[in-house]
T-cell receptor, first 116, second 115 residues
Framework: RKEVEQDPGPFNVPEGATVAFNCTYS??????FFWYRQDCRKEPKLLMS???SGNEDGRFTAQLNRASQYISLLIRDSKLSDSATYLC?????????????????FGSGTRLQVQP | GAVVSQHPSRVICKSGTSVKIECRSL??????MFWYRQFPKKSLMLMAT?????????EQGVEKDKFLINHASLTLSTLTVTSAHPEDSSFYIC???????????FGPGTRLTVT
């Protein structure tokens, strides 16, 4: 089983639509969760961290369900500029490696294409 | 946010040659730097983690003698792909983090093509 799993998409939606991405992770000891976005042939950029209580940043809402090991990202009123690949990212938990590492594990990403 | 630079952004080399990629944190001290590789339409795969002043820790399946990592200062890490082969062609991305945060700042990546 992959450490972080995402539906690869693509999700093709019209402008203004609401779209939701889901992600599951396998290690229950994971501690930090993020959504990154990656444009074609570019580096990933942090979109938002994900907190247990859920958090919102403008049109973006992230939720975490630790019991189900499930993370979601909701984009409302989607814009053309939202077209990108959205990466679910989980940190490797402490205790299984040197504490100085704290590497991130990336899902394979969900591609979003917003159409006019 | 913090800035990480990578150089070169694109390199084409012949099979058998070595290529060095630099990763610099421009406005913060990066205690840890990570090197990732990404094949087309695939996720980023962690290759190795380096802490300043110590040897890099490589992920399973990554040859340390082929991918030499040096993290000589708090602002610079280098990845050298030795004796490159066409299958090493990929997008190599570094990231850096400071001491007190999980957040990583990514460089713009280096696209390596080995002919």
């Amino acid at each position: 089983r992959k450490e972080v799993e995402q539906d690869p998409g693509p999700f093709n939606v019209p402008e203004g639509a609401t779209v939701a991405f889901n992600c599951t992770y396998s290690n229950s000891a994971s501690q930090s969760f993020f959504w990154y976005r990656q444009d074609c042939r570019k580096e990933p950029k942090l979109l938002m961290s994900v907190y247990s209580s859920g958090n919102e940043d403008g049109r973006f809402t992230a939720q975490l369900n630790r019991a189900s090991q499930y993370i979601s990202l909701l984009i409302r009123d989607s814009k053309l500029s939202d077209s990108a690949t959205y990466l679910c990212v989980v940190n490797k938990p402490l205790g299984t490696m040197d504490t100085g590492r704290r590497a991130l594990t990336f899902g394979s990403g969900t591609r979003l294409q917003v159409q006019p | 946010g913090a800035v990480v630079s990578q150089h070169p952004s694109r390199v084409i080399c012949k099979s058998g040659t070595s290529v060095k990629i630099e990763c610099r944190s421009l406005d913060f001290q990066a205690t840890t730097m990570f090197w990732y590789r990404q094949f087309p339409k695939k996720s980023l795969m962690l290759m190795a983690t380096s802490n300043e002043g110590s040897k890099a820790t490589y992920e399973q399946g990554v040859e340390k003698d082929k991918f030499l990592i040096n993290h000589a200062s708090l602002t610079l890490s280098t990845l050298t792909v030795t004796s490159a082969h066409p299958e090493d062609s990929s997008f190599y991305i570094c990231s850096a983090r400071g001491l007190t945060t999980y957040e990583q700042y990514f460089g713009p990546g280096t696209r390596l093509t080995v002919t």
